[in-house]
């Protein structure tokens, strides 16, 4: 029965995403910045919707009075590609750092960037980060919420990664509000394939943490925030398994 739902799943988004990338050819050919988003939005509240109805799958979102309705940096976990719908159901105006090559889907990857996405070409190193830290500021002084995954990848559940500098950079460029957010999302939309559980996917947003720490005080204060986070809601984190040889 989960194959099953996960196929009709599958179809669904499929055929979504076709029907409303025809009719989003206009707003294409107009350029309309604001309405891009807006109509990217509802193809993601579409999307979860699905996700929700099919799959019986619930999505619980804790902590929301934390998310400003201005300028913030959101530093979430990233298990799944459900992580990249659900801030657009939440954030008033959200604008993820995505991979480059998402920008060359047909349908998708045109809206991506009229929506105000902002790609990174990883391999182009410190060009690309300027290019990152420019366009982010530009969001920044809109008033935009700018949602960046810090592990760089999407990770299993309770599995702890290095986190990339890129965080640190956009938080110290900018006087605002820096976002911790856990999730549990890899248990029920697992991190490759669409196989997906029912259950409840949790998404829990943490109080703003200081933007102007340094750098290796600000990523182990979003490690810290992650895990008690994940903590207070049961979800899974890492655990130091070391073993004390002294004795």
């Not at 979102?61 to 959101?74: K, M, Q, T, Y």
């Not at 366009?135 to 002084?141: G, I, S, Y």
């Not at 460029?173 to 856990?182: D, F, R």
Request: proline fraction near 7%; charged fraction near 20%.
């Amino acid at each position: 029965m989960i194959r099953i739902r996960a196929w009709l799943f599958m179809s669904y988004f499929i055929i979504l995403t076709l029907i409303m990338g025809v009719i989003a050819m206009p707003i294409r050919a107009l350029r309309r910045h604001k309405l891009a988003l807006r109509y990217a939005q509802l193809w993601s509240s579409l999307t979860l919707r699905g996700l929700s109805l099919i799959c019986r799958i619930r999505i619980t979102v804790i902590g929301r009075e934390n998310l400003p309705s201005g300028a913030c940096l959101v530093a979430s976990q990233h298990q799944s590609f459900f992580d990249g719908f659900i801030w657009m159901t939440i954030a008033e105006q959200p604008a993820y750092v995505i991979k480059q090559e998402l920008t060359r889907i047909p349908f998708i990857g045109p809206m991506l960037i009229l929506s105000g996405m902002v790609p990174v070409e990883r391999a182009a190193g410190a060009k690309a980060l300027r290019a990152l830290m420019k366009a982010t500021q530009e969001h920044f002084d809109e008033g935009r919420q700018i949602i960046i995954f810090p592990e760089g990848t999407r990770t299993v559940p309770g599995e702890r990664v290095p986190l990339q500098p890129g965080v640190v950079a956009l938080a110290k460029q900018a006087a605002v509000p820096v976002i911790p957010v856990a999730t549990n999302s890899g248990l029920h939309w697992p991190r490759r394939g669409w196989l997906m559980t029912p259950g409840e996917i949790i998404v829990v947003v943490g109080e703003a943490l200081p933007a102007n720490a340094g750098r290796h005080s600000l990523i182990d204060s979003i490690y810290r925030s992650w895990d008690k986070l994940c903590i207070a809601h049961d979800i899974p984190h890492p655990v130091d398994n070391s073993v004390d040889l002294r004795h």
